[in-house]
């Protein structure tokens, strides 16, 4: 893949994990898309290691990447938090961000909110030496009767120049800048105890 200093990372999420279902960082298919099962497949690019929420990564910064040993999905030394360092773009193709946006999430754990809590889950992992070995990965978690309800978010992004939308052959584009919605999202949190991201039931 060429690019410079480009570097691509695609979603390649799997939550058979969280079952007790063993997970192979080579063999276990995205759960988040066709795209990112093709990007499995190539010689160019390498996944990173939480076996929840992980990452198909080609160009610049494919190594830093790989190479985090981050326990839990959304933690200060995760992919996402490398990404919102770094000033990352997220693209996102014809979906809603309700459907698509973890990094929410990442800001989230990032203030500690109440309405969710780390879980730990236990399963085997086998890793790409082929060593198979019982491991342990959290993430945060929802608590009981609360869902996820981001749909808010898409107004205010775009009102905030946080997100631009394109359309190529009546697709939906959306380019994000993490920095700028990750201040959004914090000053939900921070000043309307995250009414735009969560309902309770």
């Given amino acids: 893949m060429g690019g410079g200093d480009i570097t691509l990372a695609i979603q390649t999420f799997n939550w058979d994990f969280c079952k007790s279902l063993p997970y192979d960082i080579l063999y276990s298919k995205s759960q988040t898309g066709a795209l990112g099962n093709i990007a499995l497949k190539r010689s160019d690019f390498k996944r990173t290691k939480h076996p929840i929420y992980s990452f198909a990564v ?85 608590n009981e009767k609360i869902l996820t309800d981001i749909h808010a978010l898409e107004n205010i992004f775009l009102e905030k120049y946080a997100m631009k939308i394109d359309f190529f052959d009546n697709i939906c584009i959306k380019t994000i800048n993490l920095q700028k919605a990750f201040e959004i999202i914090a000053a939900d949190i921070k000043d309307n105890k995250g009414r735009n991201l969560y309902k309770r039931l």
Wanted: aromatic share 20%; proline share 2%; charged share 30%.
């Fill in 58 to 142: 080609a160009g610049k910064f494919q190594n830093e990447l790989i190479a985090l040993e981050n326990k839990g999905a959304f933690d200060f030394n995760s992919p996402f938090d490398f990404m919102f360092k770094k000033n990352g773009k997220m693209i996102i193709v014809d979906l809603p961000l309700q459907d698509s946006f973890a990094f929410v999430h990442y800001v989230e754990q990032y203030f500690n909110v109440d309405y969710r809590h780390n879980k730990s889950f236990k399963s085997y992992y086998i890793n790409e030496e082929r060593d198979k070995k019982l491991t342990i990965y959290d993430m945060f978690v929802r």
